[in-house]
């Protein structure tokens, strides 16, 4: 049976382009309205009765969204808190059993090699800055490993990707920002939160089997 994909969720992903098309010819206003109008219209679809997590997972991303549309680098720590208790909510929904498995090894080196690389930066900011990316680090690579876990293809891609957009959403804010860095985040972040929230209502093939 094919997948049919909900229409907030095609919704989703035309706005995505049209805010991709905003960053590319620097639209604040159309930015504004969109960023965390798109995370919200994939929240839509999703059930908070049956996947609380998913839901309020999305809903916190939206949060995070805007807080990091505030011209204020204080708003940095709030929107990575909002973003942290989103990947809390993601992790605790998925229905993997913890067990150790050799991916935990890769995505650790991974983690690690990308904290090293970062830190020359990081370090330059304030001490509630620098813990906050650790226990961020931290939980993104948790919510991807149990991801991984699940062995649901559909949201291991989501995680990855989330891991992917982070990363140079990093990179770009504590190494070296290029023209190519905000589209590239919000193309990876938009595909990542779809994943994740298609890999649990997206009909029958992309159904999580439960462990």
């Known amino acids: 049976m094919a997948v049919e994909f909900p229409l907030a969720h095609i919704a989703a992903a035309v706005l995505g382009c049209v805010y991709l098309a ?103 900011e304030p001490g509630v800055v620098q813990a906050g990316v650790v226990a961020y680090v931290c939980a993104i690579v948790a919510m991807a490993y149990r991801a991984v876990l699940g062995g649901n293809r559909v949201l291991v891609a989501g995680a990855l990707l989330f891991c992917v957009s982070d990363a140079l959403l990093a990179w770009g804010k504590f190494m070296q920002a290029h023209a190519w860095t905000e589209p590239a985040v919000m193309l990876t972040y938009y595909a990542a939160q779809l994943c994740i929230a298609g890999a649990h209502i997206w009909p029958q093939k992309s159904k999580i089997e439960r462990q």
Not at 72 to 93: I, K, N, Q, W
Not at 100 to 108: S, T
Request: hydrophobic share 50%; glycine share 6%.
């Open 22 to 124: 905003a960053v590319v010819f620097e639209q604040q206003t159309v930015k504004y309205l969109l960023k965390p109008t798109v995370t919200m219209l994939i929240a839509y679809p999703v059930d908070s009765s049956t996947y609380p997590g998913i839901f309020y997972g999305l809903v916190q991303s939206a949060i995070g969204d805007s807080i990091l549309m505030v011209p204020d680098e204080r708003m940095f720590v709030p929107g990575l808190v909002s973003f942290l208790a989103a990947h809390v909510c993601y992790t605790a929904s998925f229905a993997a059993r913890w067990r150790a498995a050799w991916p935990g090894v890769p995505l650790a080196a991974a983690a690690t090699a990308m904290v090293v690389q970062l830190w020359p930066g990081v370090e330059r």
